[in-house]
């Protein structure tokens, strides 16, 4: 592994995409600076990376902490300088509209929303002077759509997508590119599949077909072309989804 003076930050560096996202560039020699609540969860993450001969410091954030992101960024970009930042975090609640109360609308508005623009202003604050980046995130189906019981999480992913427009056309002149990716269908995990259970019965897992959901792997890939591609062709906005799901 060729390794590179260039760090990728994620926050939201989770069990499944964020850490898919974190191997995948580590795997082309970036130093992975990750951070997630609860911190201690990312010793395996760690572990993997460096066993595969790849560099990854780790540490417990809040996203919602103005602080403690520019502190989290500031530590990524004086190990190396700061090539990319993945904005990972997701804060997908369901409830209906009369149980939602204050706190779990502000709160899920704070992780998805708000926490995406500390993200994106302080990597950009560190990114410009280097004249080039990446700053990517994560939108969900609720980017694009309200849906039943989903009030809180809707609004703060509009919110989140719009961020990115705004970054993207201010950002993208200066060399930075700024890119947001609409997850829309289901990710393979443990959490996923149980939600599936209790909803549709064993049947339905069951009756899954191959890659019907979505590999964590080949998310983190689409990620990676993306920071890959040429400045003449940037992509600001992508769909990515199963051959099966519809839409």
């Known amino acids: 592994m060729e390794k590179r003076n260039a760090t990728v930050a994620v926050i939201g560096a989770g069990d499944f995409i964020g850490s898919a996202i974190a191997r995948r560039f580590a795997a082309e020699g970036y130093q992975i600076h990750a951070g997630r ?17 790849g560099r990854c410091e780790a540490r417990s954030l809040d996203a919602r902490n103005e602080e403690d992101v520019a502190a989290f960024l500031a530590e ?34 704070e992780m998805a929303c708000y926490a995406g623009f500390l993200a994106g202003r302080e990597a950009a604050r560190r990114m410009l002077p280097h004249g080039r980046g990446s700053i990517f995130f994560t939108g969900a189906t609720a980017s694009l759509r309200g ?32 890119a947001h990716l609409i997850i829309d269908a289901g990710v393979d995990t443990a959490w996923v599949r149980e939600r599936l259970k209790e909803r549709e019965g064993e049947a339905a897992l069951a009756s899954l077909k191959p890659d019907q959901l979505m590999d964590p792997a080949s998310i983190a890939e689409t990620y990676w072309q993306l920071h890959r591609q040429p400045r003449d062709a940037w992509t600001h906005e992508l769909d990515v989804r199963p051959y099966g799901e519809k839409w």
């Open 147 to 178: 849906g039943n019981g989903y009030a809180a999480f809707a609004s703060a992913k509009f919110g989140l997508r719009a961020v990115a427009q705004s970054m993207a056309r201010e950002l993208g002149p200066k060399n930075i590119h700024v």
């Open 37 to 53: 609540r609860n911190g201690d969860r990312l010793v395996d993450l760690k572990a993997s990376i460096e066993a595969e001969g």
């Open 76 to 109: 990524a970009d004086a190990a190396a300088p700061l090539e990319a930042c993945i904005f990972n975090i997701g804060a997908n609640v369901n409830m209906p509209l009369l149980e939602t109360t204050e706190r779990v609308f502000r709160k899920v508005w």
